[in-house]
């Protein structure tokens, strides 16, 4: 399997939000990439430069970070011709990285734009590079600059960065230096191309918690409702664990919060997150793992505090 780490370059609407596309908000004007073997060694490179059909214009924010004049991109690609360039670069055998985890996506919302999503099959298993290398090298696992990690690694800067194909190279610098039990063993998964039905539903296990992908329903309430949606089950054993505090959601953060007790492994706490599709459908992200005493603590706190606000406004309705 090839190691394929790319990086995009996007324009958007250069008169604002309001006369965006709602289909396109983000099109792709450079795609750049690196193909490594197994072993992490840099065997070959791909770069197009893609001529909008969207945006006739470069945003003066997008113009100012990655240096591209619009007369640059009149010379580019059709997205269709270049995407089908790319894939086949790509060989029939291979795994994305990114630094970061929008790039995935917006390949496919831009695929998907001139029919092409066919091409690729979600949901996406991909590895986020960003994600791998605060893994590895921050106490905290937190999310560094891609400029800030070369620098930290003392990898020499001999591109400029925000270009599509060298940031590339440069994710795979990184990448060279993050241990293959840590890429191994924390994958991400895009879920733009959400599952449709029970039997493409994804259920992703790791070393201390799950991540569960739902099939569609027409509405959130709906998806509330499901028995596999709401079940609580270990993460470590994958035994069922009884649920201590009933799934209730975070006004703030829309997220819906659960804790359960494994009699082996303790406490789990799990999070719902309900996704909307493009085609006004729902489905839920719903993650397990395992806390200590302090995390369930703040969980129960949010808790009360949450029905204490009901109480109170109930009995201001009341008045």
Same mark, same amino acid.
């Given at each position: 399997? *090839?190691?394929?780490?790319?990086?995009?370059?996007?324009?958007?609407?250069? %008169?604002?939000?309001?006369?965006? *596309?709602?289909?396109?908000?983000?099109? +792709?004007?450079?795609? =750049?990439?690196?193909?490594?073997?197994?072993?992490? *060694?840099?065997?070959?490179?791909?770069?197009?430069?893609?001529?909008?059909?969207?945006?006739?214009? +470069?945003?003066?924010?997008?113009?100012?970070?990655?240096?591209?004049?619009?007369?640059?991109?009149? %010379? =580019?690609?059709?997205?269709?011709?270049?995407? &089908?360039?790319?894939?086949?670069?790509? =060989?029939?055998?291979?795994?994305?990285?990114?630094?970061?985890?929008?790039?995935?996506?917006?390949?496919?919302?831009?695929?998907?734009?001139?029919?092409?999503?066919?091409?690729?099959?979600? @949901?996406?298993?991909?590895? %986020?590079?960003?994600?791998?290398? =605060?893994?590895? $090298?921050?106490?905290?696992?937190?999310?560094?600059?891609?400029?800030?990690?070369? /620098?930290?690694?003392?990898?020499?800067?001999?591109?400029?960065?925000?270009?599509?194909?060298?940031?590339?190279?440069?994710?795979?610098?990184?990448? /060279?230096? +993050?241990?293959?039990?840590?890429?191994?063993?924390?994958?991400?998964?895009?879920?733009?191309?959400?599952?449709?039905?029970?039997?493409?539903?994804?259920?992703?296990?790791?070393?201390?918690?799950?991540?569960?992908?739902?099939?569609?329903?027409?509405?959130?309430? &709906?998806?509330?409702?499901?028995?596999?949606?709401?079940?609580?089950?270990? @993460?470590?054993?994958?035994?069922?664990? !009884? !649920?201590?505090?009933?799934?209730?959601?975070?006004?703030?953060?829309?997220?819906?919060?659960?804790?359960? +007790?494994?009699?082996?492994?303790?406490?789990?706490?799990?999070?719902? &997150?309900?996704?909307?599709?493009?085609?006004?459908?729902?489905?839920?992200?719903?993650?397990? $793992? &395992?806390?200590?005493?302090?995390?369930?603590?703040?969980?129960?706190?949010?808790? %009360?505090?949450?029905?204490?606000?009901?109480?109170?406004?109930?009995?201001?309705?009341?008045?």
């Amino acid at each position: 399997m *090839n190691y394929i780490v790319f990086d995009l370059e996007w324009n958007q609407s250069p %008169d604002g939000k309001k006369f965006e *596309n709602a289909r396109l908000p983000f099109e +792709i004007i450079e795609i =750049g990439a690196v193909k490594l073997d197994k072993d992490k *060694n840099i065997i070959d490179s791909f770069q197009r430069l893609i001529k909008p059909q969207v945006y006739n214009w +470069i945003h003066d924010s997008i113009h100012e970070v990655i240096h591209v004049d619009y007369k640059d991109l009149t %010379d =580019g690609l059709p997205f269709p011709l270049a995407v &089908r360039e790319f894939l086949q670069w790509c =060989g029939k055998d291979y795994a994305f990285f990114t630094w970061g985890n929008q790039d995935v996506m917006e390949l496919q919302r831009n695929m998907k734009y001139y029919n092409m999503l066919s091409l690729i099959k979600g @949901p996406v298993t991909y590895y %986020d590079v960003q994600k791998l290398y =605060g893994i590895c $090298y921050e106490e905290d696992g937190e999310r560094r600059a891609l400029e800030t990690a070369v /620098q930290q690694l003392k990898i020499k800067s001999q591109m400029e960065f925000h270009r599509a194909v060298a940031d590339a190279y440069y994710t795979a610098y990184v990448l /060279q230096y +993050i241990d293959d039990n840590c890429i191994r063993q924390n994958p991400s998964l895009d879920v733009y191309q959400n599952p449709k039905s029970r039997k493409e539903e994804v259920h992703m296990e790791y070393s201390m918690w799950n991540k569960y992908v739902s099939r569609e329903f027409f509405s959130r309430e &709906r998806v509330m409702k499901d028995r596999e949606v709401l079940s609580t089950c270990c @993460p470590v054993c994958h035994c069922p664990a !009884r !649920r201590k505090v009933r799934w209730f959601m975070n006004n703030n953060s829309k997220v819906y919060y659960c804790l359960a +007790i494994c009699q082996e492994h303790g406490t789990i706490e799990g999070k719902i &997150r309900i996704r909307r599709t493009e085609e006004d459908k729902y489905f839920a992200v719903k993650t397990l $793992y &395992r806390v200590g005493t302090e995390e369930a603590e703040k969980i129960r706190e949010k808790r %009360d505090s949450l029905r204490l606000k009901r109480q109170l406004k109930r009995k201001q309705e009341v008045r």
